[in-house]
């Protein structure tokens, strides 16, 4: 996994990460990102966006936006996230002006996640991934919270057992 979130707490003060939720693969049910990491960054070339509730305490900006080919997507974005090393970063048919792009492509069954985004300039052959300066566009429908899959086994047990 790309990511590790979440610090032990010592006597120096420091304070516990809690992780709200996992972002996994609705295909396959592989880990893709935490909910810790979603953040909102508008696209100026979104057609549409709105806020969805992910967790209890997470809402998070859903924006549709529209490929070259007339293809719609429903994207949120993270900040680090699992995908498989692709190449090379595409300039043209950016939804963010300033930052190139590359498929997100899940580790373990290959399903289209999203996409990585990093800056032009540091959009290099070297830069497998994206820097702290890059993000991941995650694909909505794609995507499902580890909390609402738990839930789902959590309520068959419960009618199991009555």
């Known amino acids: 996994m790309l990511f ?20 996994i693969c609705r295909t396959c049910g592989n880990d893709v990102s935490v909910a810790n990491l979603a953040f909102d960054k508008y696209s100026p070339l979104a057609l549409s966006a709105t806020n969805h509730t992910f967790t209890e305490t997470r809402s998070v900006l859903i924006q549709e936006v529209q490929n070259p080919l007339g293809i719609r997507f429903h994207i949120f974005l993270v900040k680090q996230a699992s995908c498989v090393k692709i190449h090379p970063w595409t300039h043209k048919s ?40 890059g993000f991941y566009a995650l694909i909505f429908q794609n995507i499902i ?5 738990n839930s789902l086994l959590m309520k068959e047990k419960a009618l199991r057992d009555n």
Do not use: R
């Open 4 to 23: 590790a979130y979440g610090s032990l707490a010592h006597d120096n003060n420091e304070e516990e990460t809690v992780i709200e939720d996992f972002f």
């Open 94 to 133: 950016t939804w963010f002006p300033g930052y190139a792009w590359k498929v997100c492509v899940c580790p373990k069954c290959h399903t289209l996640l999203g996409w990585m985004f990093e800056p032009t300039e540091s959009a290099t052959a070297e830069q497998s991934f994206p820097s702290e300066a």
């Open 145 to 149: 919270t580890e909390g609402y899959v």
